[in-house]
């Protein structure tokens, strides 16, 4: 356990409507990552974070925004939702080489 | 490019006998390999590390990989499969050309059979 929580646990939204998930660190760790996890593909970054207001995109950022304004916490945000955004989403913080994930977010938009 | 290829979606065993679950690489450079293991429903937990120091790895729960460069390789392994190994397995290179940017091998299902 890294001290990384993410909430909501679970969600069920419509197409098209806007969510944000969001991770929190309790160890004020700068780097900070969004991922998801389909069956097949592995773990696949969306989004990562060196600090407060810096952020770039991973290989999978279509769609989806982050925003940190604070060391600790580090939101991700679909837009407008679509079902092939229906996936596992796990934050991790990284640790000089180690990266360490949070519980996951299972989203699922129908 | 990196790039991870876990050589195996589903592996089964026995309880009590080896575990060899396999992964292959590809790095532009001198790589960080991971292996991660995932229970049903919950996060990934880090079972070792290889960052350019022994070969021969020690992990958690008695695991333990090899890094064998010449075979582009990183094999995980485990003298005695227990039931609580039953998990998903994924491989994960990376290296300073990428930022320590980690890539993912598919993952592999490990089967315990009592």
């Known amino acids: 356990d890294a001290g990384i929580t993410q909430s909501p646990r679970h969600k069920v939204t419509e197409t098209g409507t806007p969510v944000t998930l969001r991770c929190h660190q309790t160890e004020n760790h700068r780097y900070m990552y969004w991922y998801r996890q389909d069956p097949g593909h592995g773990l696949r970054l969306i989004h990562y974070s060196y600090g407060v207001k810096d952020t770039d995109k991973g290989e999978v950022s279509d769609g989806y925004s982050v925003s940190r304004s604070k060391t600790e916490d580090f939101l991700l945000t679909l837009e407008s939702a679509t079902s092939s955004q229906t996936s596992v989403y796990f934050c991790?913080?990284?640790?000089?080489?180690?990266?360490?994930f949070g519980p996951g977010t299972r989203l699922t938009v129908t | 490019a990196q790039s991870v290829t876990q050589l195996d979606s589903h592996v089964s065993v026995s309880e009590g006998t080896p575990v060899l679950l396999r992964c292959n690489y590809s790095?532009?450079?001198?790589?960080?390999l991971f292996w991660y293991v995932q229970h049903p429903n919950k996060g990934l937990q880090l079972l070792l590390k290889?960052?350019?120091?022994?070969?021969l790895v020690k992990g958690i729960n008695g695991f333990e990989a090899e890094f064998k460069k010449s075979e582009t390789s990183f094999h995980l392994t485990k003298p005695s499969a227990h039931m609580s190994d039953a998990a998903e397995y994924f491989c994960?290179?990376?290296?300073?050309?990428?930022?320590?940017?980690?890539?993912f091998g598919t993952g592999t299902s490990l089967t315990v059979i009592p």
């Open positions: 290889y960052t350019s120091a022994a070969t």
């Open positions: 991790a913080i990284g640790v000089g080489e180690v990266k360490y």
């Open positions: 790095s532009s450079y001198s790589p960080s």
């Open positions: 994960v290179v990376s290296d300073l050309m990428t930022g320590n940017q980690f890539y």
